[in-house]
């Protein structure tokens, strides 16, 4: 396991693959002070050694076994907070009470409802986590006034936001308010400041479908391990093969390139030299057409 490696690992990694919480969590209560190695203050950045002892917040922080590692489908209601934080009131660890120790993967905003994925599988975690690799999400969304098809059209080709332009995304009507959005980004508050762009303001957002996994009939409020079969398909999407099969997809090959033309110099053009008068050499000849004086008529 990661956490038995002789050269040890960072400390954010090591209470990651502890299931204490996400990587970023991690560095943000090492910052506060929160986790000792050896009974020291751990800093951003120090590495865990085989045979250290971390504490975070007063609780040692264990291996989790791999046959402990755990995945969580969560129907998140509205006014619930993805933070592993014990001292906010709405933190999504006790509204779901789950016996082993979780964190989310990912967010979803304190005012948005649907699927959020909780582990203690601190690899599975940051794969899924990782914006670059085009991870799929899928939400429903209602906003506050009918909208034209133009809409849609804009939103499908991407929308430029203030850290960035998002990337081109599937938009689908599902009503004079509503749409149905998948996105490949993670970007804050994405597809509320998407819709700010064009002045509309999204009223409902629910998440239903991340990669594979969906949310389904579950109610608000309940929660359910993955399945198997779930487990083997995300594992086999984040490493890049087809569900069911052991090679790795290839990405489609580039499409050849036009070779451009050389851009012709500036200035004039060099004059072309005239066409010798009389007929070409070696060209075959009439009977008597050379001895014979060229005039303008044309003869028929």
Not at 133 to 159: C, Q, T
Not at 204 to 223: A, H
Not at 249 to 278: F, K, M, Q, V, W
Request: proline content about 9%; charged content about 30%.
């Amino acid at each position: 396991m990661a956490l038995e490696l002789p050269d040890g690992i960072r400390i954010n990694k090591y209470m990651s693959d502890a299931g204490i919480c996400s990587r970023r969590e991690a560095d943000r209560l090492v910052e506060e002070g929160k986790v000792l190695i050896d009974g020291r203050v751990a800093e951003v950045g120090a590495r865990v050694f085989p045979g250290q002892k971390v504490t975070v917040a007063g609780r040692e922080a264990l291996a989790t076994r791999s046959e402990d590692k755990v995945i969580l489908a969560y129907n998140k209601p509205k006014g619930v907070e993805c933070t592993s934080d014990r001292t906010n009131p709405d933190n999504i660890i006790d509204k779901i009470g789950y016996s082993k120790r979780v964190y989310t993967i990912g967010r979803l905003d304190k005012s948005s409802c649907g699927l959020i994925l909780l582990t203690n599988d601190g690899d599975m975690a940051y794969r899924i986590s990782k914006a670059g690799d085009n991870h799929e999400k899928e939400y429903i969304v209602r906003v506050d006034r009918p909208f034209p098809d133009e809409f849609l059209v804009k939103m499908a080709a991407g929308v430029p936001l203030e850290e960035k332009m998002t990337a081109p995304c599937k938009v689908e009507r599902l009503g004079p308010q509503m749409f149905r959005i998948v996105l490949i980004q993670g970007l804050n508050r994405q597809i509320r400041r998407m819709c700010e762009y064009f002045d509309f303001k999204v009223v409902y957002l629910k998440r239903v479908r991340v990669m594979n996994i969906l949310l389904g009939d579950l109610e608000p409020g309940t929660y359910r391990e993955i399945t198997k079969k779930e487990q083997d398909v995300l594992r086999a999407l984040l490493d890049g093969r087809r569900p069911g099969s052991k090679r790795t997809i290839a990405p489609p090959p580039a499409r050849p390139t036009r070779p451009e033309r050389p851009i012709a110099p500036s200035g004039p053009r060099p004059e072309r030299p005239s066409a010798p008068s009389g007929p070409r050499p070696g060209a075959p000849r009439r009977p008597g057409e050379g001895d014979r004086p060229r005039t303008g008529v044309r003869r028929y």
